[in-house]
């Protein structure tokens, strides 16, 4: 099936290390959100993008939403222990539709 | 206000067996999304059921089937068990279709042998 493309795949950062992902797609997308999973959970949203170009922040968290519609960036800053876990992109095509989603970055925090 | 639940949250089956899982929305929502999650991998639609309805379907053979009852509670049955169908399966719950109010369970870890 198709997945959107995320890098990096996985990225090990000390405490207070500022982070950031992105996620490229070769469709575009009407909507971009972004999850975090954690072991032996469901995603859980962070973060959700309605327009080319937003940028929205949620806490340490800010994500935007790429000019060409295509692309997606989040960035964490000051991390912390709790920020572990695998963070996933989605695109969606318009409100009603599925979600389609990234490969997935894997964020390892040491302190 | 419950979350989505979902169960049984771990499962062993045979190749060729049939399952069925079970998932009960959010308060408040009536629309229930199946996805298949692999190892490694990100969630991969399945289908959405919407007013007992199917109303969309991945690219998943129709030995993929489910059930929306009129509480909203959903089932996803999967028959003729082969063991790329081992995954994590994840119920997301929304209100109407709109799906950035999707709450997702823990999942149904499935291992096919």
């Known amino acids: 099936g198709q997945q959107l493309n995320q890098s990096p795949q996985s990225m090990f950062i000390q405490e207070g290390e500022d982070v950031s992902m992105n996620c490229t797609s070769s469709?575009?997308?009407?909507?971009w959100l972004w999850y975090k999973q954690d072991p032996g959970e469901g995603p859980v949203l962070l973060i959700a993008?309605?327009?080319?170009?937003e940028l929205t922040s949620n806490g340490r968290l800010t994500a935007q939403f790429g000019i060409t519609r295509k692309d997606s960036f989040l960035n964490i800053s000051a991390s912390i222990p709790s920020d572990v876990g695998i963070y996933f992109c989605a695109g969606q095509f318009d409100n009603t539709d599925k979600l389609i989603f990234g490969t997935g970055t894997r964020l390892q925090v040491f302190p | 206000e419950t979350g989505v639940t979902q169960s049984p949250t771990h499962l062993i089956k045979t190749r060729g067996q049939q399952v069925t899982l079970r998932c009960s929305s959010q308060s408040g929502h009536n629309t229930v999304s199946w996805y298949q999650q692999a190892l490694g991998q990100g969630p991969q639609f399945i289908f959405q059921?919407?007013?007992?309805?199917?109303?969309g379907r991945g690219n998943f053979p129709p030995r993929f089937s489910g059930l929306q009852f009129p509480n909203y509670s959903s089932e996803l049955n999967v028959n003729a068990l082969e063991l790329d169908d081992s995954a994590l399966y994840l119920c997301?719950?929304?209100?109407?279709?709109?799906?950035?109010?999707?709450?997702f369970g823990s999942g149904t870890r499935l291992t096919v042998v």
């Open positions: 059921y919407y007013r007992e309805e199917e109303n």
């Open positions: 469709s575009i997308f009407n909507t």
């Open positions: 997301a719950s929304s209100f109407q279709t709109a799906n950035y109010g999707y709450t």
């Open positions: 993008l309605y327009k080319a170009g």
